[in-house]
């Protein structure tokens, strides 16, 4: 029977979270605060609205009424644009203020919040409801393009679109936040009290350049699963469909696919020791598809594999390497799902980076073998990557006193969850002392949560994670950092496994009894960041994947350590360069 203390705490939290703001104070001991405008003035009146600002193209506002479970608001549309060439359409959902009617909040029906909702793959979201039911000023952009095609970005001559990439991956984001913020002042006559985003993959990317690029204007960020190093990890999207290609001649069959993954997690399951079906760290994993080799002893009865086929799987976990057999970049995690980026067809972004890469919209990846891989991924890091990549630092956000909240599932089948594993290294190396990794320090305003066993933004066999917005404001408006964040598997509206996920480079730890499905039976502790991982995880230079050599910078380990690993004199338990665990 489960245990409710864990679940009960985590309500707690939300409730606290939830506690309204108080309104902001006259700006000074003299004049009142700005009255709020109707929402038809916020596109009609050049005095109290959005009227008259020449990057604005056009504007238009309108209550929406109460329909289903949706709230009365006020709905604004944007269209941004500073030249003729540049139109981005950003939404703002605004609760009713009390001039039309709302109730109940810091000002009319709104809590004094904003929160802006992300995209996904290659499309802007202007769905803006789930915050704006919540009482939040909710924002969204379409990313100045309809649907979710990125072949724009490179026109039919061969030329970068960089009004259409760079419109995507940062300016319309950008004005979403800056743009509703403006708008809900207008409206409401007060400044928003907290200012937050919310979203995952192509949304959790954007998440991430909120924190880099616009470090002073976010309170807090929600960014899941987040699509950062853009242009490395859909390269590498590619690189299963190009070693069954070469290896194989085609596609493997899903149930072979699948078949190798089961294996996978039935050889490895144990190692955290807890048999529960998931592999606890992925990357500690070592089993390799030619136990699946047909007529081998341990072979399945059933979807057994040809060597060519095993060889290729093993490629696929391994990730792309150079003729120096140094990593480009990771490859997907045993336990992971692989017929997502491995079936019939390759998936439609890994192709179309591949054009951008090169920028060439008619380039065939079937032309590219397993040795020309590294050519294509360079291609891509010194033509685009710098614009698209997503990976600068923290520093303004941090000063400011931003908090940034990410969960990944640690089987994630699409992004390669170790790049954003890589990015918390990088970013507590940067924050740490002497340039050593510090998860410590990094925490006070970062912190990342692994799922074992879940997929891309959710999904897969692995406990979900529950309540990561909530933990988020609770961590902004109250300063309580989540320690743990509840996850569960829930079958037929009944919770049938509970367990904790712990900030990286945690891990949950079973306390020796009790029933494994409760999460009060585990703590955090440990620590993953083992010499014989990172090593393995050390990538070539970035632009030299050609033929470069492995860089070490911000990893926490040296050359000569990582050849002691490789010869077999690393010390597992010496954890020194990691954060000290």
Known sequence: MLKPTFLSLTTALLGLALFAPAPCAARDGHKP?????SCTELATDPANGLLGNPVIKSVNSAVVPASGTNAA??????????SPGQNINIRVGLPLNSLDGGTGGVEGAWNGRTQGIGGGGCAGSLNVAAPVNAGYVGSGTDTGHTGGDCTPGVNPDGTYNLQFIQDFIRNAIKQQVLLSKATARKYYGMKPVYNYWNGCSTGGRQGYLLAQELGGELDGILANAPAIYWTRF???QMWGQIAMKDLVGGPIAAAKLNQATASAVAACDAADGVVDGLIDDPRTCKFSAKANICGAPNAPTENCLTEAEAEAIDKIWDGPRNAKGNKIWFGLDRGTSLPALNGTNPFFLGVIQFQWNTHDRTFDWRTVDIDG??????????NIADVTDTFGSLDTFKHRGGKLLTFVGANDQLIMPRGVINYYRQMASRYGKHGEPDFERLQSFYRLFRAPGVAHCGGGAGPQPQNLFGALVNWVE???APEQILAQNTTAGVVTRTRPLCPYPQTAIYNGTGSTDDASNFHCGGNLEKRRVVCADVLTKYKHEVKGRLDFTGTGVDRDECSRERHGRGDDDDDRHHGGW
């Not at 590294?374 to 010194?382: P, T």
Request: aromatic share 6%.
């Open 478 to 480: 109250n300063d309580v």
């Open 373 to 382: 891989y590294s050519q294509v991924a360079q291609d891509g890091s010194r």
């Open 73 to 82: 608001h006020c709905q604004v549309n944007l269209l941004y644009g500073t």
């Open 33 to 37: 605060p700005p009255a709020p405008v």
């Open 234 to 236: 859909q390269t590498e």
